[in-house]
């Protein structure tokens, strides 16, 4: 597979009409490596958790950078068959066409064949703008919530936005 480009995705945003802005920056890999970059970014930043399940189907999970998820309930919450584990790197880019550390909801536009459904937090849905890597991880592109679903549909993805499970008070993450 030949993954679309940040271009390519700029291009098709700007097809669709959806107004974004790009910025760019340093590589980060993690949300701790990006603290200090979101604070002159207006909005809601993410961590995005790309997930499979006992039956091997896809999840990418768009949740707010700071939010504490309940791993070992989050399948029952979404509909997946069992627990559920991260996908390798190379499943990874093999459907969404990204490396670890660019984990995007924007990825979706090289998932040709719709193996991947899109679970948003509605936390993070609530801020304006939202905040995420353009298939790379050296820049961030900030879109309105309502593109951002117009944008996921616009590539067969229409997105589930809901709350996420949280774990129990004194439970680690």
Do not use: W, Y
Request: proline letters at 8%.
């Amino acid at each position: 597979m030949n993954p679309a480009s940040p271009e390519d995705l700029l291009a098709s945003l700007s097809d669709l009409g959806i107004p974004v802005r790009t910025t760019e920056h340093r590589p980060v890999h993690t949300v701790a490596e990006s603290r200090d970059l979101k604070a002159g970014l207006p909005g809601g930043h993410s961590k995005n958790l790309f997930l499979k399940d006992k039956r091997g189907r896809l999840f990418l999970v768009v949740a707010e950078a700071e939010a504490r998820i309940d791993l070992k309930r989050l399948h029952g919450t979404i509909g997946a068959t069992g627990r559920l584990s991260f996908g390798s790197a190379e499943l990874l880019f093999a459907v969404l066409g990204v490396r670890p550390g660019s984990v995007t909801p924007f990825g979706v536009i090289n998932d040709r064949e719709g193996q991947v459904s899109v679970i948003l937090d509605a936390n993070l849905m609530a801020r304006d703008p939202v905040n995420f890597h353009p298939l790379h991880n050296a820049a961030t592109t900030a879109i309105a919530p309502g593109d951002l679903i117009r944008f996921l549909e616009s590539t067969g993805h229409p997105p589930r936005v809901m709350a996420l499970p949280e774990p129990a008070e004194g439970e680690a993450d």
